[in-house]
């Protein structure tokens, strides 16, 4: 079974620049989930889908960031304009059950610099 | 307020047996996960409680008391490869997901 897909893996960005994110989860998983980790910290929820819709986007930073789930399966994840602070990993995740009762599968994660 | 507590870092010797220990206090309570996540690596399932007790898979145990708001993670014959942070998550009333910091485990020969 093939696993979460996420790309690019690394990106450097300079401040004020717009970067995307891409993830494709497991087939058939309806739930997916956009995580920022920092270094050293939790991963904190960005954005969590069910199916195309959003289920919970009230630590999405609105003014920079936006998700979109096209056809309930892949998503972008956008950042315009970039700031310092948002160098991080952003982790896609993936899950089968839609009540966080479940186990998420995480792709690798893309590592954003901002500089 | 919701919190989680785990130690930030521990250090273990190959072959022993560690526990780590996570504390929450959120507004309600769904169930615990635990983590693990390699350097530079994403994090894996490890377990899942929802009833108090103690559970083990293998090598790992995870055990949960509700009414303490206590769960702690149990790794035994450690093994250089247990080295990784250890995330604890808690799955609250609405169902969300409330992660810790994470607990680095260093494993020493």
């Known amino acids: 079974e093939a696993g979460v897909a996420q790309s690019p893996r690394y990106k450097i960005i300079e401040k004020r620049q717009s970067v995307a994110f891409w993830c494709n989860p497991i087939?058939?998983?309806?739930?997916l989930y956009w995580y920022q980790q920092i270094l050293g910290q939790g991963p904190k929820l960005l954005i969590q889908f069910q199916n195309n819709g959003v289920v919970d986007d009230s630590q999405l930073p609105k003014d920079r960031f936006s998700a979109e789930r096209l056809k309930g399966v892949d998503s972008t994840l956008k950042i315009q304009p970039a700031k310092l602070e948002d160098s991080a990993v952003y982790l896609c995740a993936s899950s089968l059950v839609q009540t966080n009762t479940g186990e998420l599968f995480f792709g690798e994660g893309s590592r954003l610099t901002v500089l | 307020g919701q919190n989680i507590d785990q130690p930030t870092e521990m250090t273990a010797t190959e072959g022993a047996i560690v526990q780590i220990n996570c504390t929450y206090q959120t507004s309600g309570f769904n169930g615990l996960f635990w983590y693990q996540q390699h350097a530079g690596e994403a994090p894996t399932f490890l377990s899942y409680n929802v009833l108090d007790g103690l559970e083990e898979k293998g090598r790992f145990s995870s055990f949960l008391s509700r009414s303490k708001g206590y769960s702690y993670l149990l790794l035994k014959e450690l093994q250089m490869k247990d080295s990784a942070s250890y995330l604890c998550?808690?799955?609250?009333?609405?169902?969300?997901?409330?992660w810790g910091a994470g607990t680095k485990l260093i494993i020493k020969p």
């Open positions: 998550a808690v799955n609250e009333d609405n169902y969300q997901l409330i």
């Open positions: 087939s058939g998983h309806a739930t």
